[in-house]
């Protein structure tokens, strides 16, 4: 049986601790009486997934089995999560391949001709046809991507863009035109934490900019206390109106799935285990793992990292209206993920890994390493924040100012031209985001190349906004100095020091919590 998430103690008996930072990790010996917040162990994984996903499409929540909703001649849409989840990319098959594939039976059962498949990537950079085929598998992309059936959304292509309408709160709701005229839109989810799914899904990974700014904004991204909490989340609730609306406007019937904490594959699997239970073996892998990253060449490192894929189990499968599905996801979400904290601390010490939703196949920049540190990170809790306010945040990740020209083109821009005129969310909001949001350039590499949208760094740098106005002190140990400086940060070489710096705000014995993920975990702080 799986062991619930708990929290430590630090004491003399405590060995170094894993920190993950980039594309590497170290064993850090953390002051004594730090709270080392551990997520539970690993659910077990369905045994029989292609079962549990029949009885889900044949069973679903609060709605027809899904043969029952299939018709010769009808225009069937099916839209899947890209590669920005899971994380990292799971081992073949993808279960979104396996969902699919079912569905597609069904439809050719009754005599459906008009399908087509969409990747849900909003203003996610395009996925490549080999990313395609990895979710989708090989009979499916055979099938449909040669007659362009198989496609990424584009955000810009105002011919096969539909506005639906206004919310009750004047939001446009403007999605794939191809989706919005569908017969039946079916969903395929992968829920990796609590953020992702129900609503979420169709009103923002198939959106156009001038339906997402209504809620990825600085406003919105600060007063959302936190992403994966979705009663108090404000982009949750925007989300949730436009999804009522949509769900009056066509028929949607959602797949949702959900995964265990298997995040690393072997012999990386020690980053899943409490330090102290480590067998001879795995201190072996780890040492051996930190000497062979200490010399290896930077391109070899990330080639090593980006290459793992990840045993998940599947622990759920659920299908019918959103919401009624989305109730049953979050469930397992948090069977796997909740860990319960008692109160808040001074001093909250993160992780950074070499992966976010964002650098799949890809490079970790610098906005990309605040946005998974100060957004996702921070925000992986229900209740209080980990930390008090005013309190200070200490991360670990190099954050060296390399970006990819393929993928990031307006990251570069913004780091050099934005933040460097300001680091405050709604002041860079109201001088650059239109700019960026328009510029033909950055339109062009979006719709053409396998460029994120021009305005997407800003989003990533609201992302953080609620951990900046919360805390007093941010300082990344190990990180570029030069780079956090541009970002209004400070730089630290080790723990000792970033304790020193920020001992103004926090004073000289603060109390101190390490979220010790990934794994997955979301803190439930009784504050």
């Not at 059936?149 to 035109?177: C, F, S």
């Not at 406003?219 to 999804?243: N, P, Q, V, W």
């Not at 951990?467 to 190990?478: K, N, P, S």
Request: aromatic share 8%; glycine share 6%.
């Amino acid at each position: 049986m799986s062991r619930p998430g708990f929290v430590l103690e630090v004491d003399d008996r405590t060995p170094p601790l894993v920190v993950h930072e980039g594309e590497g990790f170290r064993l850090e010996q953390f002051p004594l009486g730090t709270r080392v917040i551990y997520a539970p162990e690993s659910l077990p994984g369905i045994d029989d997934v292609e079962a549990v996903i029949t009885k889900a499409l044949l069973e679903p929540e609060d709605s027809e089995p899904l043969p029952a909703l299939l018709q010769p001649g009808m225009r069937l849409t099916i839209a899947f999560d890209d590669i920005s989840l899971p994380l990292p990319p799971m081992r073949g098959p993808d279960v979104r391949q396996r969902i699919i594939e079912q569905v597609l039976t069904y439809a050719a059962d009754a005599g459906v001709d008009d399908v087509e498949l969409i990747s849900a990537n909003a203003l996610h950079r395009r996925l490549t046809a080999a990313e395609l085929k990895a979710i989708v598998g090989e009979r499916v992309f055979r099938s449909f991507f040669p007659q362009g059936k198989l496609t990424n959304h584009d955000a810009e292509d105002r011919a096969n863009l539909l506005h639906v309408g206004l919310t009750e709160d004047g939001e446009d709701v403007e999605i794939n035109r191809r989706a919005a005229e569908s017969d039946l839109l079916v969903y395929v989810n992968i829920n990796l934490v609590a953020m992702d799914g129900g609503h979420k899904s169709v009103p923002i990974g198939l959106a156009s900019y001038k339906s997402l700014r209504h809620h990825h904004n600085s406003k919105t991204m600060l007063r959302s206390h936190s992403f994966m909490d979705h009663e108090k989340s404000h982009l949750h609730h925007s989300a949730k109106r436009m999804g009522r609306m949509l769900a009056d406007h066509l028929r949607i019937f959602t797949i949702e799935t959900t995964l265990n904490n298997d995040v690393f594959p072997a012999p990386y699997d020690f980053l899943l285990k409490r330090e102290w239970e480590w067998s001879l073996r795995d201190q072996a892998t780890v040492l051996g793992a930190r000497r062979a990253l200490s010399v290896a060449p930077g391109k070899l490192r990330h080639k090593v990292f980006q290459g793992l894929r990840a045993p998940y189990g599947v622990t759920g499968v659920h299908a019918g209206e959103t919401e009624a599905v989305h109730a049953k996801t979050l469930a397992n979400v948090h069977r796997q993920q909740r860990v319960d904290v008692e109160g808040q601390s001074d001093v909250l010490v993160l992780g950074v890994p070499y992966l976010g939703p964002y650098n799949v196949n890809s490079v970790m920049n610098p906005i990309l390493a605040t946005c998974m540190g100060l957004g996702y990170f921070f925000n992986s809790y229900r209740g209080s924040p980990v930390v008090r306010r005013g309190g200070a945040v200490i991360l670990y990740h190099p954050v060296e100012p390399v970006f990819s020209q393929l993928h990031h083109p307006s990251y570069v821009d913004f780091f050099e031209e934005v933040l460097a005129e300001s680091t405050d969310p709604a002041v860079i909001e109201a001088k650059y985001e239109e700019a960026y949001a328009t510029d033909p350039w950055y339109v062009h590499l979006y719709r053409t190349s396998h460029a994120y949208h021009g305005v997407h760094p800003f989003y990533m740098w609201y992302w953080a906004a609620h951990a900046m106005d919360h805390v007093g002190d941010v300082v990344w140990v190990g990180a570029d100095r030069s780079a956090v400086q541009r970002m209004g940060f400070r730089a630290a070489s080790t723990l000792a020091d970033a304790l020193e710096m920020v001992s103004g705000t926090v004073g000289r014995s603060p109390s101190i919590s390490y979220l010790h993920n990934p794994p997955h975990l979301l803190a439930d702080v009784h504050a």
